[in-house]
């Protein structure tokens, strides 16, 4: 290799940047030890802008097209080299390319919950994330104020600043607003917006970037809160608790007949149950047939009737523990339906023990057998 042949190796001719990661913001040329040959090309390409630095110093700044670096084309460069008069010598100078597309699908959320006065829950904790998105708007402030030196610059250098500036704002934001924890998901759109501004402000004339994107994507209530909110919600799709309670009793009470094989507690549980059924039944009943007072002949007020006597209350021996009290009109239904047999051990009020429900004598006649008629007589 000649000499000419290796000092025209050693000159760069063609500048340019084929950007293949999509999260870079700006790369600094390779040049090293060389030099830019006078009259080399610069290359810009859509969503880019070149910078030009000379000894510490921003000299001139391309946009997208092809350049020829010449004098003409490097009027701050020339100045500070010298070029005063036309002079084509090599020169060495910094280029930096800085991407101007959007870098999207970048992330932000709350690390830790944010503090807010609720109308409805009082004092609560939410927390909240979504995506954004970032552009380069001025290369000369984003050159100065983040990339300094670097080489290569990503973009995931930057988000945990604009990370914390969004938390920040959004905090501000929602005491600002005032909005009902409640319809917190009606306003993601109007919220989202107020917060892109409300940052941009921030980080447009300071850091050279841009935010064309910010979408809240959910603000979420703490776990205990959201359980309370769904079974209040359960609450008010049931509607009526006593209706559904009958439901349940009732489900329960098959599903207990239907499984034999649950032995002694299976039987108890369904006499409990069937029991706790009759009496809320009973109760509805009586809500429902209560007569109002009537008015004394005459227009005078007559004297209230004396309470009637309390009814007994049985108690049931049932593998080995008491349930009830029952009434007995409740007794005599668990009775036809099977749930007391005679060998069931049964008390109330005045008995000594614990006595089968076929010895009480209150009780016997509903375990007695009626006789079966004969058959009737021939037709004549």
Same mark, same amino acid.
């Given at each position: ?122 004092? @609560?904790? @939410? ?20 990339? &300094? ?122 006499? &409990? ?11 509805? *009943? ?5 007569? &109002?007072?009537?008015?004394?002949? &005459? ?36 009775? *036809? ?44």
């Amino acid at each position: 290799m000649g000499l000419f042949e290796k000092l025209r190796n050693e000159l760069i001719d063609i500048v340019e940047w084929v950007d293949d990661n999509r999260r870079t913001l700006v790369w600094r040329f390779p040049r090293y030890n060389n030099e830019i040959k006078h009259g080399a090309q610069l290359v810009v390409r859509p969503g880019q802008m070149a910078i030009l630095v000379d000894r510490g110093q921003i000299a001139d700044v391309f946009e997208p097209g092809m350049f020829t670096l010449n004098t003409a084309n490097l009027p701050i460069l020339s100045t500070l080299q010298g070029w005063k008069y036309g002079f084509e010598s090599p020169f060495k100078a910094e280029v930096y390319f800085v991407s101007t597309r959007q870098i999207t699908d970048l992330k932000w959320g709350t690390p830790n919950p944010v503090m807010l006065r609720d109308a409805d829950f009082g004092p @609560i904790r @939410i927390r909240a994330f979504g995506t954004y998105a970032i552009k380069a708007q001025d290369p000369k402030a984003l050159l100065t104020e983040l990339v &300094g030196t670097d080489g290569v610059f990503e973009a995931d250098e930057v988000t945990e600043l604009l990370r914390s500036m969004i938390v920040s704002s959004f905090a501000d934001l929602l005491g600002e607003a005032k909005i009902a924890a409640l319809d917190l998901a009606a306003n993601y759109g109007e919220l989202g917006e107020a917060l892109r501004k409300k940052v941009q402000e921030r980080i447009d004339d300071e850091y050279g970037l841009e935010l064309p994107q910010l979408f809240i994507v959910n603000i979420s209530l703490p776990e205990e809160v959201e359980k309370a909110m769904d079974t209040r919600t359960s609450m008010g799709v049931i509607g009526d608790m006593g209706r559904f309670q009958q439901y349940q009793m009732g489900q329960a009470m098959l599903s207990a007949a239907e499984n034999p094989a649950g032995g002694g507690a299976s039987e108890g549980m369904g006499l &409990g149950m069937g029991f706790a059924m009759a009496n809320q039944m009973m109760r509805s *009943a009586g809500t429902a047939g209560q007569p &109002g007072q009537a008015a004394a002949p &005459g227009g005078m007020g007559g004297a209230a009737p004396p309470p009637p006597p309390l009814p007994a209350a049985w108690h049931v021996a049932v593998n080995g523990q008491t349930q009830g009290p029952f009434s007995p009109d409740q007794l005599a239904q668990g009775i *036809a339906a099977g749930q007391v047999s005679a060998t069931t051990s049964v008390w109330c009020a005045g008995m000594q023990n614990w006595t089968p429900a076929a010895q009480v004598p209150q009780l016997a006649p509903m375990f007695q057998t009626q006789a079966t008629p004969p058959p009737p007589p021939p037709a004549s």
